[in-house]
């Protein structure tokens, strides 16, 4: 295949890239005015079905190797951080509901965030504080990281496994909101127990 | 749990079933030529993970568990636990006791019941149950991803492009709040610190060092005048302050030092006749 | 071009090596018995004209930028610079506290900062002067750059975590503040008991 001159440069400048950059930042190190997108699609199709894949993670393009190559090229290698079971479940929970704050996790998990849980996931890059929840005390909140998706080879957080069904399911939801939706529901099965459950939730 | 077997035995079979997981060390010990069993509560984070691990032995979907049942063998669990005289953390217990109020609830006839209602309670166990076993899976699948350095691999060299500015600075928000932590921990008044440290001072370890050389007539190694202590800090504080002593003794001309090489150990000698005492 | 397996894995090898690899090599990574010299000869035709090349030297092989791009790589080899930790620290007292004067940095870390310090944050364009304070001796203040903001990933200074925060993450442990910490972790757990009390109550 022969490329355009552009298109060389978008290539080029993704090889010798030291990680995963926007479209902008390609636009800017490869000093190109026009549009990098079509050029990074035509890329990543060209290497469809080849050993480097062309990857978009977050909106940050990468070459990385073909992932289904895995069972060859594992196994000379190490595994990576070798996460504990607590922070395994830390990550997933402010994954699938982020932002979140740790007394949210804490009452997901049923028990205290343990020191080294969300400084280990911080030094990994994977989570970062994104700000405050606006309720008493401002407790922190945390989000997943650009990196977190890139190394999890997620496009987005919307490819996280299984997330759909989770939120269709209703689990992602807090378990007051999750008690409420039922309520109302029963309600309308039932109207004459309206007054007993309002009792209640006061 | 079939009502058969011996206690223990039950005991076992449970433990083993329920920590199927080779991520949880170790959670049973046993003491040699000791019938107690300890269970190290690290091996479930808390009472709602043995819950969890409880409810996946009822082998039906989470959705469909008897919450009932499951407080029976939580509190079958924590009974056998206490006979065995396993240790058992607190919050163990008080979940206990709340399941016991739960069980009682669920088991009177609906008009006497309390408010908020079992069945309420209940409901939400169910509910933090399912969504912590949610969470589990998806941890378990996002852990299982093609990972970059495991899986998949990026270039572990570039080049690197060229910046507009020549020197690039470099430094994580994370490394920024951990030096912002370690300023306040390093500048926070420290009150009750120097209390609890146990040292032994200089003074104390010329002492000792002094009065056990006079025992000792061939060279001998600097860790034998060491005080005999588990504490690795007290051991670590002995070991500076003996050495700064033999040095001193040394300077005193009181003792004779020899060392192999770098880092070989220290021999010590009352130093011989003649020397000033 | 679609490539056979073998092919896509001498690719993925070469793509992912830390430096140039011998066809033996390759041929051991790739976990492959035949010969690989045809692959690699198919393969550098391949990328003959593109963004990036695939080159043998002494016998040896490796995908490099192509050479008539080489301009956009990074000039000199000089590794990007660590803040030193006193400048980490600086920076992270003026993110705090800002505006702060240098006294004031200087109290709070208990070590004087040098001059140097300032000027490599100020280089970094993390830091800004921000007027004097009004008093005796009118001293330069300090505080922090929209660009500090953007490197750090944080959209504003509220997101950086409160002394609460990084104690439950571990980060004011290190030195002396065990015993505190004990203190605080059993107080937070008794507080939590009565949450989980509440919760279930509700």
Same mark, same amino acid.
């Given at each position: 295949?022969?490329?355009?001159?552009?298109?060389?440069?978008?290539?080029?400048?993704?090889?010798?890239?030291?990680?995963?950059?926007?479209?902008?930042?390609?636009?800017?190190?490869?000093?190109?005015?026009?549009?990098?997108?079509?050029?990074?699609?035509?890329?990543?199709?060209?290497?469809?079905?080849?050993?480097?894949?062309?990857?978009?993670?977050?909106?940050?393009?990468?070459?990385?190797?073909?992932?289904?190559?895995?069972?060859?090229?594992?196994?000379?290698?190490?595994?990576?951080?070798?996460?504990?079971?607590?922070?395994?479940?830390?990550?997933?929970?402010?994954?699938?509901?982020?932002?979140?704050?740790?007394?949210?996790?804490?009452?997901?998990?049923?028990?205290?965030?343990?020191?080294?849980?969300?400084?280990?996931?911080?030094?990994?890059?994977?989570?970062?504080?994104?700000?405050?929840?606006?309720?008493?005390?401002?407790?922190?909140?945390?989000?997943?990281?650009?990196?977190?998706? /890139?190394?999890?080879?997620?496009? /987005?957080?919307?490819?996280?496994?299984?997330?759909?069904?989770?939120?269709?399911?209703?689990?992602?939801?807090?378990?007051?909101?999750?008690?409420?939706?039922?309520? /109302?529901?029963?309600?309308?099965?039932?109207?004459?127990?309206?007054?007993?459950?309002?009792?209640?939730?006061? | 749990?079939?009502?058969?077997?011996?206690?223990?035995?039950?005991?076992?079979?449970?433990?083993?079933?329920?920590?199927?997981?080779?991520?949880?060390?170790?959670?049973?010990?046993?003491?040699?030529?000791?019938?107690?069993?300890?269970?190290?509560?690290?091996?479930?984070?808390?009472?709602?993970?043995?819950?969890?691990?409880?409810?996946?032995?009822?082998?039906?979907?989470?959705?469909?568990?008897?919450?009932?049942?499951?407080?029976?063998?939580?509190?079958?669990?924590?009974?056998?636990?206490?006979?065995?005289?396993?240790?058992?953390?607190?919050?163990?217990?008080?979940?206990?006791?709340?399941?016991?109020?739960?069980?009682?609830?669920?088991?009177?006839?609906?008009?006497?019941?309390?408010?908020?209602?079992?069945?309420?309670?209940?409901?939400?166990?169910?509910?933090?149950?399912?969504?912590?076993?949610?969470?589990?899976?998806?941890?378990?699948?996002?852990?299982?991803?093609?990972?970059?350095?495991?899986?998949?691999? #990026?270039?572990?060299?570039?080049?690197?492009?060229?910046?507009?500015?020549?020197?690039?600075?470099?430094?994580?928000?994370?490394?920024?709040?951990?030096?912002?932590?370690?300023?306040?921990?390093?500048?926070?008044?420290?009150?009750?610190? #120097?209390?609890?440290?146990?040292?032994?001072?200089?003074?104390?370890?010329?002492?000792?060092?002094?009065?056990?050389?006079?025992?000792?007539?061939?060279?001998?190694?600097?860790?034998?005048?060491?005080?005999?202590?588990?504490?690795?800090?007290?051991?670590?504080?002995?070991?500076?302050?003996?050495?700064?002593?033999?040095?001193?003794?040394?300077?005193?001309?009181?003792?004779?030092?020899?060392?192999?090489?770098?880092?070989?150990?220290?021999?010590?000698?009352?130093?011989?006749?003649?020397?000033?005492?």
């Amino acid at each position: 295949m022969s490329l355009t001159v552009a298109a060389r440069l978008v290539e080029a400048v993704l090889f010798a890239a030291e990680g995963p950059l926007t479209p902008q930042e390609i636009a800017r190190h490869a000093a190109l005015e026009e549009s990098i997108l079509p050029h990074l699609t035509a890329l990543a199709d060209h290497y469809a079905g080849r050993g480097i894949e062309l990857v978009e993670r977050g909106g940050r393009w990468h070459f990385q190797t073909a992932t289904d190559l895995s069972y060859i090229l594992r196994r000379e290698r190490e595994e990576p951080r070798k996460l504990s079971r607590a922070a395994v479940e830390t990550l997933a929970i402010i994954a699938y509901h982020e932002p979140v704050s740790r007394a949210e996790i804490e009452a997901i998990r049923g028990v205290q965030v343990a020191k080294g849980t969300l400084d280990v996931l911080m030094e990994a890059g994977w989570i970062r504080p994104a700000g405050r929840r606006e309720v008493p005390g401002r407790p922190l909140i945390y989000a997943t990281t650009p990196d977190f998706l /890139s190394h999890f080879g997620l496009a /987005s957080r919307r490819d996280l496994p299984g997330i759909e069904d989770l939120r269709a399911a209703g689990l992602l939801d807090p378990i007051d909101l999750a008690m409420e939706n039922m309520e /109302s529901q029963s309600l309308l099965e039932n109207d004459e127990e309206q007054d007993e459950d309002e009792d209640n939730e006061a | 749990m079939t009502g058969e077997t011996p206690i223990q035995e039950k005991l076992d079979l449970d433990v083993d079933a329920l920590l199927g997981d080779s991520d949880w060390a170790e959670p049973v010990r046993r003491v040699p030529g000791e019938a107690v069993l300890t269970v190290s509560t690290e091996g479930w984070e808390g009472p709602l993970d043995l819950l969890l691990a409880l409810a996946r032995t009822q082998k039906v979907d989470l959705r469909e568990i008897s919450i009932l049942a499951l407080v029976e063998q939580y509190l079958r669990f924590i009974e056998e636990a206490v006979e065995l005289r396993l240790e058992l953390a607190a919050d163990y217990l008080v979940m206990a006791a709340w399941l016991a109020y739960l069980k009682s609830g669920l088991l009177l006839p609906k008009e006497a019941q309390p408010d908020p209602s079992p069945e309420e309670l209940a409901l939400r166990l169910h509910l933090r149950l399912q969504r912590l076993e949610a969470m589990r899976e998806a941890g378990a699948r996002l852990m299982g991803r093609d990972r970059i350095g495991r899986d998949v691999f #990026v270039r572990p060299a570039p080049e690197g492009l060229h910046r507009p500015k020549s020197i690039v600075w470099q430094a994580s928000l994370f490394e920024l709040i951990q030096a912002y932590g370690q300023v306040k921990a390093r500048t926070a008044p420290r009150i009750h610190v #120097v209390a609890r440290r146990p040292v032994m001072t200089l003074d104390e370890a010329i002492e000792r060092v002094s009065r056990l050389l006079g025992m000792e007539i061939d060279w001998t190694d600097l860790s034998r005048f060491l005080p005999e202590t588990a504490d690795p800090v007290l051991r670590r504080s002995a070991l500076a302050s003996s050495f700064v002593a033999a040095l001193e003794l040394a300077k005193q001309g009181r003792v004779e030092l020899r060392q192999e090489a770098i880092f070989a150990p220290l021999y010590l000698k009352p130093a011989s006749l003649g020397a000033p005492a």
